[in-house]
């Protein structure tokens, strides 16, 4: 099978300032539309000042009620993608997205839809709230968190949501700059006695934490991490008091008890580099240690823009959240999560 491909070329059609420091990016892909579910994100490969870089850019359109696909930046102080994206691109210019990936996504169900964002962390929901508004009859309420008023992004959007959908969509609005950080009884509040629904959390980390020990139950809690690791096998990675989240363990290969330690043979950009095999290593980490730069994002089994194909040898991922099952069976794995099990392996990123 050929290389999957990943990236494509798509068109910045139009910019939107939403805030200060925000900007929706509406994106016209060269190849046909991407196809997406609510919550997903793409990964953009960018290259500033010579290095090629990649973030990983949720969606604010949801597929249901928008005809383009529009993704919505935040500046981040000292960011490189995130501050190039806003002072570089212009409309009629180009970018490198990936297919879109993710689960942070609505679930078959009647329960309501409790959103909760902090700044940026918006976008993934905005397109969760419009898609479960226009596909269901569930009841939306959003608690959404900004440092002050000139952060507030998609106030205009939301209000025009709620007007289409008179009775459907609460937005609580919770300004840093008047009212402190929210806390833990505020989203008791917020949640009110009986908890019920389906938590929706999007932020800065320590806002997400918060939330979850704060959330009452019973309802599931779905996290999306902006900067997120990659979860441990077996280990449960995230525990409220309804939600216990546990990263996939893969059985062990024939191979992989006690095996001698040979080479990682890398071929990336048509160089090809060997080194020593290193104990729990990711193959990621070997081209790294190689000397290579290779491409990377989430590092969390999320985005597949560290796919590479295992041409000799086996490697185990430790989660896998990308690819699919025909491009496991064909040997891609991811490799911020393949880590080899077989005495030798060799792994090619251009094929
Ligand atoms: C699944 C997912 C979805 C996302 N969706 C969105 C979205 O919809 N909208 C959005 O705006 N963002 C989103 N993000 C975040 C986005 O991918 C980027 O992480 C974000 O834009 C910051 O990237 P950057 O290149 O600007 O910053 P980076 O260059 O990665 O820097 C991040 C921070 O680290 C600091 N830093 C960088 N290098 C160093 C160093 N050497 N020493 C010390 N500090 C350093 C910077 O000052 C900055 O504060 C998402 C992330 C994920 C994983
Ligand atoms: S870097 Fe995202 S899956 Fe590996």
Redesign the pocket.
């Known amino acids: 099978m050929a290389r999957p491909s990943l990236f494509q070329r798509a068109t910045v059609t139009r910019i939107v300032k939403e805030s200060v420091d ?1 900007r929706t990016f509406v994106l016209a892909p060269h190849d046909g539309p991407i196809s997406y579910i609510a919550g997903q ?1 793409c990964t953009f490969k960018v290259t500033v000042d010579g290095t090629e ?1 990649y ?6 359109s949801a597929p249901e009620t928008d005809g383009e696909l529009m ?14 994206m806003h002072d570089n691109l212009g409309e009629g210019d180009e970018v490198e997205v990936t297919r879109a990936a ?1 689960r ?1 996504c609505l679930r078959e169900t009647d329960v309501p839809l409790l959103g909760f964002s902090g700044g ?2 918006i ?2 929901i905005l397109s969760l709230a419009k898609s479960a508004l226009a596909t269901t009859n569930r009841s939306v309420r959003l608690l959404c968190a900004d440092r002050d008023a000139d952060s507030v992004i998609f106030d205009t959007a939301l209000k025009e949501l709620a007007q289409k959908y008179p009775g459907r969509l609460e937005v609580i609005r919770h300004l840093d700059s008047t009212a402190g950080f929210l806390d833990a009884e505020a989203i008791k509040t917020f949640v009110g006695a009986d908890g019920h629904g389906d938590s929706y959390i999007c932020g800065p980390e320590a806002f997400m934490e918060m939330i979850e020990l704060a959330l009452p139950g019973p309802g599931l809690v779905h996290s ?5 690791a990659a979860p441990i096998p077996g280990e449960t990675v995230e525990a409220t008091p309804d939600t216990v989240v546990t990263a996939p363990v893969q059985s062990p290969s024939p191979t992989e008890a006690a095996v001698a330690l040979g080479d990682v043979n890398i071929t990336l950009k048509r160089k090809k580099k060997s080194v020593p095999r290193k104990e729990g290593e990711t193959l990621l980490e070997s081209a790294r240690r190689a000397g290579f730069t290779p491409p990377f ?2 590092e ?1 089994g ?2 597949a823009t560290c796919m590479a194909k295992v041409t000799a040898g086996h490697a185990t991922m430790r989660a896998n959240q990308a690819l699919t099952d025909d491009e496991v069976d064909d040997g891609y794995v991811l490799t911020c999560q393949a880590v080899p099990d077989s005495e030798s392996i060799t792994v090619d990123y251009d094929q």
């Open positions: 925000a994100f870089l973030r990983a850019y949720s969606m604010s993704t919505t930046v935040k500046r981040v102080p000292g960011g490189a993608v995130s501050n190039w993710g942070f940026s962390g976008t993934p999306e991490r902006f900067g997120a994002s989430c969390a999320n985005c």
